[in-house]
């Protein structure tokens, strides 16, 4: 398997860019999904708003 050489980031980085992936799965939209996973923003209340049935802004608004 061949990988690809990424520069070095911090673990702040690293967390950020799996919770964005994350946030996106879960049908936010990529500019909103950007914003909740560089925030204090509980991950899984996030992801759990929109699943059952919220629109990704108004959670947005409300974990922001």
Known sequence: MTQ???PDQS???KVAS???HQLI???YPVHL???VAHSEADL???IEL???GCDAHVAAEILL
């Open 44 to 46: 899984h209340r996030a």
């Open 33 to 35: 999904a950007e914003r």
């Open 18 to 20: 799996w919770r964005l």
């Open 50 to 52: 929109v699943r059952r």
């Open 11 to 13: 673990d702040r980085d």
């Open 25 to 27: 799965e879960a049908g």
């Open 4 to 6: 690809i050489a990424e």
